[in-house]
């Protein structure tokens, strides 16, 4: 995590032909925190999450500061 943001992921469940779909949607906070997530079924999650975190967290952990663009590809 980081880039320190709260990222939100579905995958959908069951199988079309030879592909098979896990489930396990996610939301993750800042620091890399599971706050909600789903099992193998279908589900409805629901996630309340701070966005004011993102600030604190990349203050107390300034990682952006480490990137090197010019590496880039």
């Given at each position: 995590?980081?880039?320190?943001?709260t990222?939100?992921?579905c995958?959908?469940?069951?199988?079309?032909?030879?592909?098979t779909?896990a489930?396990r949607?996610?939301?993750v906070?800042s620091?890399g925190?599971?706050i909600?997530?789903?099992?193998?079924?279908?589900?409805?999650?629901?996630a309340?999450?701070?966005?004011?975190?993102?600030a604190?967290?990349?203050?107390?952990?300034?990682?952006?500061?480490?990137?090197?663009?010019e590496?880039?590809?």
């Amino acid at each position: 995590m980081q880039n320190q943001v709260t990222i939100a992921m579905c995958n959908r469940v069951g199988e079309e032909g030879d592909v098979t779909f896990a489930g396990r949607s996610v939301v993750v906070d800042s620091y890399g925190n599971v706050i909600s997530e789903a099992d193998g079924q279908e589900r409805l999650i629901i996630a309340d999450i701070d966005l004011s975190q993102t600030a604190v967290a990349r203050k107390r952990r300034p990682f952006l500061g480490l990137r090197r663009p010019e590496w880039y590809a």
